[in-house]
């Protein structure tokens, strides 16, 4: 059993900055892919980003790209989410997740664990 917990999220102004964690416990999560996802009110979820099990891969939507930098820190069996720039759209309780494999996956679906999801509200 894996449980992930994020935090860092809160109440930001537009172009401000925040960094999310996500800390893993239960079984160890140094040989998996990991993903950050968010879902705003009335939208589905989308995947923001996606790290592989080294680091050495990552994928961003085009959406954040360039402001926000998925990282993981195996040793202390947590992934990071650093968002720069925000904006109001980027409001959306965000989500991460293991992927049960080391590559980064895209599906929602083929992730196996999920935290309870930390809100990031961006004000204009």
């Known amino acids: 059993q894996v449980q992930l917990a994020e935090s860092g999220g809160g109440l930001v102004q537009a172009g401000g900055s925040l960094r999310l964690s996500c800390a893993a416990s239960?079984?160890?999560?140094?040989?998996?892919?990991m993903g950050w996802y968010r879902q705003a009110p009335g939208k589905e979820r989308e995947l923001v980003a996606t790290?592989?099990?080294?680091?050495?891969?990552?994928y961003y939507a085009d959406s954040v790209k360039s402001r926000f930098s998925i990282s993981r820190v195996n040793a202390k069996n947590t992934v990071y989410l650093q968002m720069n720039s925000l904006k109001p759209e980027d409001t959306a309780v965000y989500y991460c997740?293991?992927?049960?494999?080391?590559?980064?996956?895209?599906?929602?679906?083929?992730?196996?664990?999920w935290g309870q999801g930390t809100q990031v509200t961006v004000s204009s």
């Open positions: 790290i592989n099990w080294s680091g050495e891969s990552t």
């Open positions: 239960g079984r160890t999560f140094s040989n998996n892919a």
């Open positions: 997740a293991r992927a049960p494999g080391p590559s980064v996956r895209f599906n929602a679906n083929s992730y196996d664990y």
